[in-house]
């Protein structure tokens, strides 16, 4: 990591503090400047080919301020978390991150990043390096197997100023099939002035349109409901807006029905025939909260593995239980989902005891 972001701090950063502005004040990201596009012009897929031999065909891309939208799968532009990006080997790349200093669903929690940003970050330079770089066409289906985080707390502290954020990303178990990515695992590491704020990994699938058409059959065309059960209160999830609350209460405590509001575009950012990945993500964290009680709880860990599709239009049950897993000092907790009799996902959180 190094080396990496020696380039950056030597090349590209001096550069873009001379630019004048920030998100805020400019309405966007801050440009990082081209320098990180000079071993040539980048290629963007073509939305409309679904055929792998002809993904690179494309417009190039002008020099920008943030990454597309349509690459990380964000149409809001306050969303967009990452700014530019640099290919530092065969399958290693550098990317300069831009959270963003407030955000209506990624807001601080206990004075620190929120975990949900961490996770919303990995997702999304997962998926700019698959489309920008392994030519995987804007119209295939990502499935996400998994998605882990590990925070460093003392770290993680929310700042408007400081040394700027940079993501390290290696992917590995490259699969393809023919000339097109199939799945890869992608290992991340966010740095600030060198120190590491937090480590992720994560495995994704792409899929082509006809391929997912087959897979979800008569689901194609499944739709959330507008009709919402009621949400537990917000705080005791950490939330200050009824619309991010994921879980509605039962008579038991430590359980849940999933609950997501088609409307909230932090959570729904396109339309979609399944409930999002990262729904099912925020539940996690949510369950977690909603267990731990008072107390403060700011999660530093998380392991989550996807096991099918969440539905939409059957009960979708959120369970919360303690695990001895955790060292001295944390609190630790399986979370998991099942519908239908079968599992949706299983967790493993952890986090430390803060001041509330």
Same mark, same amino acid.
């Given at each position: ?195 590491? /704020? ?155 005891? /803060?001041?509330?």
């Amino acid at each position: 990591m190094g080396d990496c972001e020696s380039y950056l701090e030597a090349r590209i950063f001096p550069l873009a503090r001379s630019v004048t502005g920030s998100r805020s004040a400019m309405g966007g990201n801050m440009s990082i400047s081209t320098a990180m596009h000079q071993e040539g012009p980048r290629v963007l897929p073509d939305p409309t080919t679904t055929a792998c031999e002809n993904s690179e065909v494309g417009a190039t891309v002008p020099p920008r301020r943030a990454a597309p939208g349509q690459l990380l799968h964000r149409s809001r532009p306050s969303d967009v978390l990452i700014s530019d990006w640099v290919r530092t080997d065969t399958d290693r790349f550098t990317l300069a991150l831009d959270w963003p200093d407030s955000h209506p669903f990624h807001s601080p929690l206990h004075g620190r990043h929120a975990p949900s940003l961490i996770a919303e970050t990995i997702r999304q330079a997962g998926r700019l390096v698959a489309h920008a770089e392994f030519a995987v066409p804007l119209d295939h289906h990502f499935l996400m197997r998994d998605l882990n985080y590990t925070i460093e707390p003392d770290r993680a502290h929310a700042a408007a100023d400081g040394p700027p954020l940079l993501l390290d990303l290696t992917c590995s178990d490259i699969r393809r099939r023919g000339a097109c990515l199939a799945r890869m695992t992608c290992h991340m590491v966010i740095t600030r002035g060198g120190q590491v /704020v937090a480590t992720g990994y994560g495995t994704l699938t792409s899929t082509s349109p006809a391929t997912y058409r087959r897979l979800r059959g008569d689901r194609l065309t499944a739709l959330p409901s507008v009709r919402l059960p009621a949400p537990v209160p917000p705080a005791t999830v950490r939330r200050a807006d009824p619309a991010d609350v994921v879980l509605s209460p039962t008579r038991e405590p430590l359980r849940w029905v999933l609950r997501a509001d088609p409307a909230n575009p932090a959570l729904f950012a396109r339309p979609n025939d399944h409930v999002p990945g990262m729904v099912l993500l925020e539940a996690v964290h949510q369950a977690a909260q909603a267990a731990v009680g008072p107390a403060g709880f700011y999660p530093a860990s998380m392991r989550l593995c996807f096991d099918r599709y969440a539905e939409f239009g059957a009960p979708c049950v959120i369970e919360a239980c303690p695990a001895a897993d955790g060292e001295p000092g944390t609190v630790c907790l399986r979370v998991s989902a099942r519908q239908g009799g079968q599992s949706v996902f299983s967790a493993l959180i952890t986090g430390i005891a /803060v001041s509330a």
